[in-house]
Structures are given as structure tokens and as C-alpha cells.
């Protein structure tokens, strides 16, 4: 059974910086994708950024330019770095990665259990 870990969230005012890491307990190269959602009190969840095993890299609009996305294999770890922080980040962010495990597409589907980030005005 794999396992995700988030850390780093927490506390920063407007403008700070954060970085976020997704601890894999497994290989995390053998994942197709590895992403990056939220989810805010009173919103749906919403993805924030993608990195691919290739190391294409997606964002959301609300995020291009003050948010990156990185892996480091050897660590078997996924980084968010967040800077330029708004309030309106305020959310859980959890990690996400998947693995297609058959010629029809199906994935192996798994999910961190999320760590808080708080930005204040």
C-alpha cells in the first residue's frame, strides 16, 4: 500500500513563502502523475499543479508564476514551492499521484491526507 505524506504547510503572512513536500513510500518515479490540490472551507476541491514522470509541469491560472513544481526521485519526493502567498491560498492542500496499471486505463489512485495552509493579510 502506498503512502503520501505532505508537510510543510502552515502560517505566513501575505507575500511569504512556502515550500511543500509529498513524501512517497514508494517509488515515486513509477507514478505517471504526481499533483498538487486544495481545497478552501466552502469550495470544492481544485487542482493546483501537475508534474508528469517526464517532468512536464501544468498550473492553475490562479497560481502560474508564483507557484513550482518539482520532484526529486532520489528522495522519493514531490515539492510546491509557493511564493507570493495570498490569502485567498488559504486552503488543505493534499497530494495525489497515480499510476495507469492496465492497457484499458485504469488507474492506482492515491491520496495524502492533506496539510494546512493559512495565508493572512
Known amino acids: 500500500q502506498v503512502q503520501l505524506v505532505e508537510s510543510g504547510g502552515g502560517l505566513v503572512q501575505a507575500g511569504g513563502s512556502l515550500r511543500l513536500s509529498c513524501t512517497s513510500s514508494r517509488n515515486i518515479a513509477r507514478f505517471d502523475a504526481v499533483r498538487w490540490y486544495r481545497q478552501a472551507p466552502g469550495h470544492q476541491r481544485e487542482l493546483v499543479a501537475t508534474i508528469t514522470a517526464g517532468g512536464t509541469t501544468n498550473y492553475a491560472d490562479s497560481v502560474k508564476g508564483r507557484f513550482t513544481i518539482s520532484r526529486d526521485n532520489a528522495k522519493n519526493t514531490v515539492y510546491l514551492q509557493m511564493d507570493s502567498l495570498e490569502p485567498e491560498d488559504t486552503a488543505v492542500y493534499y497530494c495525489?499521484?497515480?499510476?495507469?496499471?492496465?492497457?484499458?486505463?485504469?488507474?492506482?489512485?492515491?491520496w495524502g491526507q492533506g496539510t494546512q495552509v493559512t495565508v493572512s493579510s
Open positions: 495525489y499521484a497515480a499510476r495507469v496499471v492496465n492497457v484499458e486505463g485504469a488507474k492506482a489512485e492515491h
